[in-house]
């Protein structure tokens, strides 16, 4: 139940999302040894991820019906608690995650991720 993103189940240098019944909605090549900013939306009906800003990395997707929530209740990060112990998780870095109530505007985006 919920949003996922991140490598899990994924070829190796991509990042991705998926729905609740684990079927991908996005992946985006982002080789691991660097740092990335990951751009994520999940809105009513519709979602998108891309990275660095690069607007061609950019993939869109249709959510309705893919989430059992209705809103972000129980964020993990790093992993997922798997209805007992964590069982999915990943060791890498997480530099910062910012949660915004609204969609961002374009311009909005550019200013947060200037200042990261």
Known sequence: NGYHFGAYALDEQYIGASHSGGGLLASIYAPY???HVANMYFGETD???KVDGDES???TFGITGKYW???LT???LGGYPDHGPMVHYTENY???VLIFDSKLTDEERETVTAGL
Do not use: N, R
């Open 57 to 59: 990395t950019k993939e």
């Open 69 to 71: 929530a209705s809103s």
């Open 47 to 49: 979602g998108f991820m």
């Open 94 to 96: 997480i530099g910062e």
């Open 33 to 35: 040894d660097s740092w």
């Open 74 to 76: 129980k964020p993990c």
